[in-house]
Structures are given as structure tokens and as C-alpha cells.
């Protein structure tokens, strides 16, 4: 039996995995520039795979903890929660640490740690005193403390969603989003700056959380199906002329005069409301379009590389920092990248076989009972 087709866990949504781990091989292509890139990187338009990859990390976290929630316990909702957080930082402070001690103790300097992390060999305690309360977060280190912030929303969501006031977490999260428009970020990062040289990473976590909060909201849900039957056809086509659009304006093929004010609408820092759009859009079109999928062998491959979607994510970010120098100076980028790529499921397909080691440290750490 190949690791690709191993059983997956009663409950698993395949085509979920297979989507996260399509966003993975996508998000791998990126941060790996070559020419998959000019076919990957926001190839639909104003969208890239790091919205697909955290919306769907809400969507798995309100699936799951919806089923935690028939133990009428907030206590244990929360303690979940807790833990899964637990687990999120001890994976990004064990990423962070071994990257630390590489450049400062073993004064290792390949061309992404003396880029990326350049804190490390200036001020080496500043750094790893800030990096361990996650107010440093060099580049490719930003996202899990995100989802360390994030998953503490769902409890608050499942409880809401007890009460029928599940649309409140969605209110506050747009209102949380709307603020970061105006620049609540940068005045906030402007004030802690002058005491700490923070760096909180390229992601403003106040606005994508808003991605983040639709995944849950949608999964607490447990349907897609928003929009009633008669208006969907109706809805597909509006999606569908929208999506087209916001294509053409991005490759210049129309509005090309006011394709500089339409960008500043789309940045990625902060999640702009035409990048929230187009990701709205291509989401819906996505869920129609799953319809008509089987479980063929390419989906099945995919879905092995979103079952383990968090270890197989920092596996990656090792392989940017350590490998990305020697990758920018060669002829043969396009070989690279495959190598790279193909590199993801040794991760996924160990963990597919054994338990994966730290894991099973930490939670026997933090449970009451005995391993």
C-alpha cells in the first residue's frame, strides 16, 4: 500500500485535504521563484494560495470543534482549543529555536537566515526573547502564530453558534477587518516600535483574520449551501462575470489606465476588499466546481499533503531557509522546485506510517492522563 492511499480518518472531507495540499504545492511554487511561478502565483487573479490555505484551516477547525461541541462543555471546548494552540506555538517555537541556534550558536549564514531573521546576528537575545512571545516573526515564520491567535476564536464561535448568534463572530470579525483598512496596524506597530524593534510579519493578523473567521463560520454551519436553489444558477454567473473581470484588470487586458488605483484596493498586507472579493468569488466557484470531482489518484495524492498540512508547512519553511540561496544561484530553477515539491511528501508520507514524535511528546505533556 502507498502512503497516498492509506485510510484517512473517519470524517475527513477528501476533497478538503486535497484542496489544503494543493495550496501547499502551489504556495511551495511561489516562495521558490521560477517559471511556475508566472503560472501559479496568483494565477486567478487578485488571490493566491495563502488565502485558499487559511480559510480552509477555518473551515477544518469549525467541522471539528462543532463535532467537540455535543459534549455540552465549554470547559472541555476550551481546553481542546488550548491545546491545539499549545501545539500550533510549540511547533513554531521549536522552527524558530533550531533556526535560532543554527545562525547563533552553530554560525550557520545561508542567504535566507542572513535575509530573513538578520536579527538573529545583530541581537541575538532581542530576538529570541521576541521571537519566544511572537512579537518577532521573520518572513515564512508569520503564519503560525497567526493560527496560535486564531484557533482561540473558535470556542467563542461554537458558543455563539449554540445561542444562534453565530452571524455575531462574523459582524465583529468584518468590524475587526474594517479597522485594519484604516490603518490600525501600523499605528499600533508604530507605537510598540519605539520600544522593541518588533517585526509582526508581512500579514496584518487583523485583517486575515477575516478569512480565517469565514472558514469557521462556514464549517460551524456544516453546509455551503448560502444561497437558495433558484438563485444559485443566477449567483454562479454574477460570481463567475466578477471573477473574469478582476482576471482581465490584473493582466492588464482591460482598465489598464486604472490598474495602479485598483491594486492599492488589493494588497496582500492587509487583505484589501478587492483581494477579499476575488477570494469570495474564486471560493464559491471552487465549491461548484467540487462538485463534479471523484477521488482520483491525483486527489488522493493531494490529500495526503493536507491530512499533516502543519508539519508539512514548516518542512518547507526549512527547506526556504536553508536551501533558498543556493536555489536563486542556479541555472536549472525549474529542477529545484520540483525537487522541492516532490520533497513535501517525505514529511507527509512518514507521518502517513508512524506517529509523528513531537506530537506525541506534547500531548502526553499536557494530558491528565498516562501515556
Given at each position: 500500500m502507498t502512503c497516498a492511499n492509506s485510510d484517512r480518518k473517519p470524517g475527513r472531507d477528501i476533497h478538503v485535504d486535497a484542496l489544503r495540499g494543493l495550496m501547499l504545492v502551489v504556495m511551495t511554487m511561489d516562495h521558490f521563484p521560477s517559471l511556475f511561478f508566472d503560472y501559479t502565483h496568483e494565477s486567478l487573479g487578485y488571490v493566491s494560495a495563502a488565502e485558499g490555505f487559511i480559510f480552509l484551516s477555518g473551515l477544518v477547525a469549525g467541522r471539528v470543534y462543532s463535532r467537540y461541541s455535543i459534549v455540552d462543555n465549554r470547559g472541555f471546548l476550551w481546553r481542546r482549543a488550548l491545546t491545539r494552540a499549545g501545539f500550533i506555538y510549540s511547533t513554531h517555537i521549536l522552527t524558530f529555536l533550531i533556526l535560532f541556534c543554527l545562525a547563533v550558536l552553530f554560525s550557520v549564514k545561508t542567504w535566507g537566515l542572513e535575509t530573513w531573521t538578520p536579527l538573529f546576528y545583530e541581537h541575538p537575545v532581542s530576538a529570541l526573547f521576541l521571537g519566544i512571545t511572537l512579537t518577532y516573526r521573520p518572513d515564512f515564520l508569520h503564519i503560525l502564530p497567526m493560527y496560535v491567535i486564531f484557533i482561540l476564536t473558535v470556542p467563542i464561535a461554537i458558543q455563539l453558534a449554540k445561542n444562534n448568534r453565530l452571524w455575531l463572530i462574523l459582524l465583529c470579525s468584518t468590524l475587526v477587518w474594517l479597522l485594519a483598512q484604516f490603518g490600525l496596524s501600523e499605528r499600533l506597530n508604530a507605537i510598540l516600535s519605539k520600544f522593541w524593534p518588533i517585526y509582526f510579519g508581512r500579514f496584518d493578523i487583523l485583517s486575515w483574520q477575516l478569512i480565517f473567521?469565514?472558514?469557521?463560520?462556514?464549517?460551524?454551519?456544516?453546509?455551503?449551501?448560502?444561497?437558495?436553489?433558484?438563485?444559485?444558477?443566477?449567483?454562479?454567473?454574477?460570481?463567475?462575470?466578477?471573477?473574469?473581470?478582476?482576471?482581465?484588470?490584473?493582466?492588464?487586458?482591460?482598465?489598464?489606465?486604472?490598474?495602479?488605483?485598483?491594486?492599492?484596493?488589493?494588497?496582500?498586507?492587509?487583505?484589501?476588499?478587492?483581494?477579499?472579493?476575488?477570494?469570495?468569488?474564486?471560493?464559491?466557484?471552487?465549491?461548484?466546481?467540487?462538485?463534479?470531482?471523484?477521488?482520483?489518484?491525483?486527489?488522493?495524492?493531494?490529500?495526503?499533503?493536507?491530512?499533516?498540512?502543519?508539519?508539512?508547512?514548516?518542512?518547507?519553511?526549512?527547506?526556504?531557509?536553508?536551501?533558498?540561496?543556493?536555489?536563486?544561484?542556479?541555472?536549472?530553477?525549474?529542477?529545484?522546485?520540483?525537487?522541492?515539491?516532490?520533497?513535501?511528501?517525505?514529511?507527509?508520507?512518514?507521518l502517513e506510517r508512524y506517529q509523528n514524535p513531537w506530537k506525541t511528546w506534547f500531548y502526553c505533556l499536557v494530558s491528565r492522563n498516562h501515556c
Open positions: 473567521v469565514l472558514g469557521v463560520y462556514i464549517g460551524i454551519r456544516g453546509t455551503t449551501d448560502f444561497i437558495p436553489l433558484r438563485f444559485r444558477r443566477p449567483a454562479l454567473i454574477v460570481c463567475l462575470l466578477i471573477a473574469i473581470i478582476l482576471f482581465s484588470i490584473r493582466y492588464g487586458l482591460i482598465l489598464s489606465k486604472s490598474q495602479f488605483e485598483i491594486e492599492s484596493l488589493s494588497l496582500v498586507g492587509n487583505l484589501g476588499p478587492i483581494r477579499l472579493l476575488n477570494f469570495i468569488v474564486i471560493a464559491l466557484l471552487t465549491q461548484h466546481a467540487l462538485s463534479w470531482t471523484t477521488e482520483n489518484l491525483i486527489i488522493k495524492t493531494l490529500a495526503l499533503l493536507g491530512r499533516h498540512s502543519l508539519e508539512v508547512f514548516t518542512f518547507h519553511i526549512f527547506l526556504l531557509y536553508l536551501f533558498f540561496g543556493i536555489f536563486r544561484t542556479s541555472q536549472f530553477k525549474e529542477v529545484w522546485v520540483l525537487l522541492f515539491v516532490s520533497s513535501l511528501y517525505l514529511p507527509a508520507c512518514l
